[in-house]
């Protein structure tokens, strides 16, 4: 298998598959890349993307393991081989669409599926992070080396494991001429903030808080288990935010919290919707004056977050936004009111598919890797020095 790889990395060109799941738990995205050079000099081209959602139930499951007091470890055993199986699935499916094989893949790069992370010590708990959907069951069942577990190697040099992917934005989206921020909406947000002509340590990235996380779980609860998501923010259009409960939610201490930060479903799960879904209730709140809340926090968090941890840094002239958010149009617009200096574009217009974008980022870290080339971003994780992220699997 070295010579495998040895002839992997001899290619000028390479087909790597990138797969993502993330905090959303919507399914496994997976995008075929074509990737030439490496590190900055890495360009790319999108060849085919395929989603392979999760069932209801296997959502449900998931949502259990990440959380503390409906976790269990025999769950998490059996559920990172079944995710194995998934994710085998799902390079599988996007091959076949493309109209290739496997054989013509060289590379699978999977971030796997996080069910804990804690980025800083806790009381009974050390630094360390978790994602599921074991690298050699990838490999076994579809023939192809596998690289994954990112995150681990950052938080070995004093990182947080996150958020990874504004590496790959800087590749993407930096321009000679204006500042940008790049902003992720899954089920978490996250946002990079890239100054005009910007060498990578001046990139400034964090976790901005929820993204899609709380508006699924509400979407999922009150419409009693009928839809997961609510589509195009049409939902939230038909409300009105509540203004009291919204500055009890922006509260939250995590906003306070300067970056480096990172943060995810540990903290913003199910059993957060739970509490607050709960104080709307006792409010007396329409559903769709709660979807309107929620939309406005996860879209009132990340200004306020601009406003007081990257405006007084650089300039910024565009929002470049990702991820499932950039699809729900009252989001959207509301982002665009809260931040009238700033024009406000989704990556697609770019030439980036904002679904595809995460895929494409686990695609280049595993080029990366396997040329032995540093893929974290210190300035955004927090980590002491550049580190290779990621482990291998062979399939032989």
Not at 38 to 49: A, M, N
Not at 370 to 390: D, K, Q, R
């Amino acid at each position: 298998m070295i010579n495998t790889l040895n002839a992997i990395t001899a290619k000028s060109a390479k087909l790597v598959i990138g797969l993502m799941s993330g905090t959303s738990l919507d399914g496994i995205d997976a995008a075929i890349v074509r990737i030439e050079g490496v590190g900055s000099d890495s360009r790319t081209k999108l060849l085919h993307f395929a989603t392979l959602p999760y069932e209801d139930g296997l959502r449900e499951r998931l949502k259990e393991l990440c959380t503390l007091d409906r976790s269990n470890t025999a769950g998490v055993c059996s559920m990172n081989f079944e995710l194995g199986r998934q994710f085998a699935d799902a390079v599988r499916k996007v091959v076949a669409e493309a109209g290739m094989t496997l054989a013509d893949i060289d590379l699978v790069s999977s971030h796997g599926q996080t069910v804990w992370h804690i980025p800083a010590d806790e009381p009974g708990f050390v630094r360390s992070t978790l994602q599921i959907g074991d690298l050699s069951v990838i490999a076994k069942e579809t023939g192809l080396p596998v690289v994954g577990d990112y995150r681990t190697a950052d938080m070995a040099v004093g990182g947080q494991g996150a958020p990874l992917t504004p590496y790959a934005d800087y590749l993407l989206f930096r321009d000679d001429r204006r500042g940008r921020i790049v902003q992720n909406i899954g089920g978490i947000g996250n946002c990079a903030a890239i100054p005009a002509a910007a060498r990578p340590e001046q990139v400034v990235a964090f976790d901005t808080g929820p993204g899609n996380m709380l508006i699924d779980q509400a979407v999922y609860q009150l419409s009693d288990g009928a839809r997961s998501y609510d589509d195009g923010g049409a939902w939230a259009a038909q409300g009105e935010a509540d203004a009291r409960l919204l500055g009890e939610m922006l509260r939250h201490p995590y906003f306070r919290q300067p970056p480096v930060k990172t943060t995810g479903r540990e903290m913003f799960g199910k059993a957060y919707a739970a509490e607050w879904l709960g104080k709307a209730a006792a409010r007396g709140l329409a559903p769709e004056d709660v979807i309107a809340t929620f939309t406005a926090f996860t879209a009132q968090s990340i200004a306020d977050s601009y406003r007081d941890f990257l405006f007084p840094l650089y300039a910024v002239e565009e929002i470049i936004v990702s991820g499932g958010g950039a699809r729900n149009a009252t989001l959207l617009r509301q982002l665009g009111e809260l931040l009238p200096d700033q024009r406000i574009l989704v990556s697609d217009e770019l030439g980036v598919s904002g679904d595809a974008k995460e895929a494409i980022a686990f695609a280049l870290f595993a080029n990366n890797a396997i040329h032995g080339v540093a893929n974290n971003l210190p300035s955004a994780t927090g980590a002491e020095v550049p580190v290779i992220m990621g482990k291998l699997a062979f399939p032989g």
